[in-house]
């Protein structure tokens, strides 16, 4: 009964990761490479010592640091500060909590076109969107090129990125509080514990598996944004580059290997992040 999934997974998962890691060892950089005109050779790891040595690429890696930072913290803070005070039921709560995650339901590029115009690097009397809002209501000062920005433009980006998905964080540490059990919490405070002794030592810790998931959940997809990025800048946009961007105007030049090796940069960096967690799953439940 597996064997057919088995047999899937194989091919199209292991089979292709495979084929790109060979692809990214070979000097498949032209057309005529990649159409066959032309031979392709064996390099080794010259794609990759190569990648690491171009400027252009280590500001992909520090752009991809700054918004992989920003998106997780600013959007694990939102979350969890709405799930922690929604923890009790209040009266239009889930009124709420259905419009906080309804941006969860809207595709990437259709919220990137709404917050491309938000973000508008004009100021002064060419103001629009945020900068606008400031300059009406007298805070001029916040004004600023938002994405435009050479050094920080990837943060701004990391904004929408947080509106979208903190949502989905809140639904799952809300679960987290709903699933500790009220006799926890009695037992705490019989003991004389407080109510922030309660949280601190008694439902805090058991959030601990939802604060892993999120953490994973929310860094990978981070470091595979790509969408968001192209609807808000542009792939030419040195500033708000990253490595996904990378990859995809290296496959449209028909630079395969350079493409593929980029490909692994992302496959292995996401890997540190996974591996340890499905390592630490799996010890638990053997316990």
């Known amino acids: 009964m597996i064997l057919p999934s088995i047999l899937l997974i194989g091919i199209f998962v292991y089979g292709l990761l495979g084929v790109n890691f060979w692809t990214s060892m070979t000097d498949n950089h032209t057309a005529a490479q990649a159409s066959g005109r032309e031979p392709v050779a064996f390099v080794g790891l010259t794609n990759y010592i190569e990648l690491l040595l171009t ?20 959007a694990m803070a939102m979350g969890f500060l709405w799930a922690w005070l929604l923890e009790r039921p209040l009266k239009g709560g889930r009124l709420f909590q259905t419009i906080y995650l309804f941006p969860m339901a809207v595709s990437f590029v259709a919220s990137g076109v709404v917050w491309r115009w938000l973000l508008n690097s004009n100021q002064g009397e060419n103001a629009s969107g945020l900068n606008r809002l400031f300059q009406m209501i007298g805070l001029d000062f916040l004004q600023n090129p938002w994405w435009n920005n050479i050094t920080f ?128 799953q799996h010890r638990s439940r053997t316990r």
């Open 153 to 280: 433009g990837i943060v701004a980006i990391a904004l929408p990125a947080i509106w979208q998905l903190s949502g989905y964080v809140m639904a799952l540490f809300l679960a987290g509080f709903r699933g500790v059990p009220d006799e926890l919490r009695e037992a705490a405070r019989m003991d004389g514990a407080s109510e922030w002794q309660v949280y601190r030592m008694v439902i805090f810790p058991q959030l601990t598996p939802v604060l892993m998931s999120a953490i994973v959940i929310i860094a990978h997809m981070s470091l595979k944004s790509f969408d968001l990025i192209m609807s808000i800048s542009s792939a030419a946009a040195y500033q708000t580059k990253v490595p996904a961007v990378d990859m995809f105007l290296f496959k449209s030049g028909f630079d395969y290997a350079n493409s593929a090796a980029v490909g692994a940069f992302l496959l292995i960096i996401i890997a540190f992040l996974i591996v340890p967690y499905l390592v630490q």
């Open 55 to 74: 400027e252009d690429f280590r500001h992909s890696l520090a752009n991809l640091v700054l918004f992989t930072a920003t998106f997780l913290v600013g």
